[in-house]
């Protein structure tokens, strides 16, 4: 550790009022090259892709089907098997509340899995509202999900599956090919939330056993408000529109086309797959680093299994401190917390308890996501930052003081409050 | 959340950390919240003959509020009696750290952590007196 790193930790640095981004799977930049390809479509191609009758509709139209090609050919699918939408959030709603009321007369079971995104949870919760009936499986604590429990809480009525490639929280990936040949034996409908995968893992959906797939564009360096649906043609999946107007996207989702939007979705999708390879060796580079340098720390838990995930992403609880006081004592750093103190509910994030994380360790947890254009240096700060802070809140911690006597906490009675 | 500059100055410098002899029969110790919770504090007093505290630590695992409050009331304890600082509210505590209405329960917690350690330092006097 460089003596100038040190000195920034201590005395604070400019990376107080500036942080370093650590916190990719909230959110991407978009990449300089993505927004110059933009421009252009707000102003000189301005023209509605849907008009027909002259060439500002007619280029307007040629860039939106540009872009779809680069979205299919990242997933290996048919330009044909992509709708656009408006994000992920509104493509797991359009897919599971689309595919549910389509096939609704095969049976009105759903199965998705409790570490899942809010936007895939509150929808199933929704349908149940509206009179079907779900199943949420708890993982293994190592995030996956256990092939046999899935295989176990299929009925007879079940008509749709739904289960995320990339959690967004800790970064594992879910045996989607396992999953989906399972789904295919029971004829059960199989949609895969895929908004943190792109550009990270390969997907190829002309082999994959998936039938609807979410993507995004702002967590691949695109813009945000704008997002994808991949809906099967080979065998062809049917889904309600949940979005009705002008008839755009085969009917699947009306609505004018965000043609600038669209291009960059399109543009951050080739960027990825261009470069993806290259740019996931140096993030496990700099994650192994990372995770080196914190797992000095003594008591320090990785949250998820590090095998099966992607190296953009660590989820770390750090034992006996507090989330809150943690994430304001390494403000040098945007990074997200598992606690969700911030807000009034103060509930721990609810994947890490889906896990079977103690309440505690959930409290106490830090997802630091690495993306295109963290450095080397990014990293050894806060390793810095994070060792000198975490002392710091040690100290302070009358659970630390117990723990280094010896005392065992799970067997002390607290006053709950 | 925006934290007001007396939260961010405890959370930052914080007073009195550290712990005291709790054999010391002089010494009261009061350990409120619980962990799943996200705020434990340990506070413990020292208090002399005259039943004056004399010193007070404190050790707290929580957010900048709970630490602040904690690291506050150990400044306001020093040179008072023991039932002057059983009268501490936790509004007074609210109100000087200028607490947001979701950071309120931080207050209640150093005032529950004051009213224990009264409490332990009363019943070692009364186990004296006994024996």
């Known amino acids: ?49 849907a008009s027909r009758s002259h060439p500002y509709g007619w280029t307007a139209e040629k ?30 709603n359009l897919a599971i509340k689309g595919a549910a009321n389509f096939y609704s007369a095969k049976g009105k079971h759903i199965i998705t899995v409790t570490t899942e995104h809010k936007a895939v949870i509150d929808t199933v919760r929704e349908l149940e509202r509206q009179g079907f009936e779900a199943t949420y499986l708890d993982p293994e604590p190592s995030g996956l999900l ?35 040949n399972i789904c295919r034996e029971n004829g059960i409908i199989f949609h895969v939330d895929a908004a943190q995968a792109t550009g990270k893992v390969h997907i190829d959906l002309e082999k994959l056993p998936v039938d609807l797939m979410s993507f995004s564009a702002h967590k691949t360096y695109g813009p945000k408000g704008i997002g994808a649906l991949y809906v099967r043609r080979k065998p062809r999946i049917r889904i309600e529109a949940q979005m009705h107007g002008g008839g755009h996207e085969r009917g699947m989702r009306s609505g004018t086309l965000a043609t600038h939007q669209i291009v960059g979705m399109g543009e951050a999708f080739r960027i990825a797959r261009e470069e993806m390879d290259e740019e996931n060796i140096r993030i496990r580079r700099l994650r192994d680093k990372l995770l080196n340098g914190l797992q000095n720390i003594e008591e320090v838990y990785v949250n998820g299994d590090l095998e099966q995930r992607i190296p953009h992403n660590l989820n770390i609880s750090f034992n006996y401190v507090e ?5 304001m004592a390494v403000k040098g750093i945007a990074v997200s917390s598992g606690s969700a103190c911030t807000s009034a509910s103060l509930e721990p994030s609810y994947v890490l308890r889906a896990l079977g994380r103690s309440d505690e360790l959930a409290h106490s947890s830090i997802r630091f996501s690495i993306g295109r254009f963290t450095t080397d240096e990014d990293v050894d700060y806060t390793i810095s930052l994070m060792k000198g802070k975490i002392d710091k809140l040690r100290e302070l911690s009358p659970l630390w003081e117990m723990f280094k006597d010896g005392v065992d906490l799970s067997k002390v009675e607290w006053a709950a409050h | 959340m925006a934290y007001s500059d007396k939260v961010l100055d405890h959370y930052e410098n914080p007073r009195n ?28 007093i020292k208090v002399n003959d005259s039943g004056i505290i004399e010193d007070a630590k404190f050790k707290t695992y929580g957010c900048g ?23 501490i509210k936790n509004s007074e505590i609210a109100e000087e750290l200028a607490l947001p209405p979701v950071k309120i329960h931080c207050s209640v917690l150093a005032e529950d952590a004051i009213k ?16």
């Open chain 1, 1 to 49: 550790m460089s003596a100038s790193i040190e000195m920034q930790v201590l005395k604070g640095s400019e990376h107080d009022l500036h942080p370093i981004y650590l916190d990719y799977s909230a959110t991407t930049p978009v990449d300089p090259r993505v927004a110059a390809k933009m421009i252009p479509y707000i102003t000189e191609h301005f023209g509605n892709p």
């Open chain 1, 63 to 92: 860039a939106v089907e540009n872009a779809r090609e680069e979205v299919a050919k990242l997933v290996n699918a048919d330009p044909r098997e992509i709708v656009w939408t408006s994000g992920a959030t509104e493509s797991n």
């Open chain 1, 146 to 180: 256990d092939l046999d429990k899935f295989k176990a809480a299929i009925r007879p009525d079940t008509v749709l599956a739904s289960v995320m490639l990339v959690n967004n929280e800790i970064g594992v990936i879910q045996d989607i090919t396992a999953i989906g």
């Open chain 1, 323 to 327: 989330g809150e006081s943690l994430i």
């Open chain 2, 17 to 44: 950390v550290g712990s005291l002899d709790k054999n010391d029969p002089q010494v009261g110790t009061g350990m409120v919240g619980a962990p799943a919770c996200g705020d434990v504090m340990k506070l413990m």
């Open chain 2, 65 to 87: 509020s709970a630490i602040a409050s904690s690291s506050l009331v150990t400044e306001w304890l020093k040179g008072r009696t023991i039932e002057e600082a059983y009268a």
């Open chain 2, 116 to 131: 224990a350690a009264v409490a332990d330092i009363k019943a070692k006097q009364a186990a004296k007196e006994a024996a």
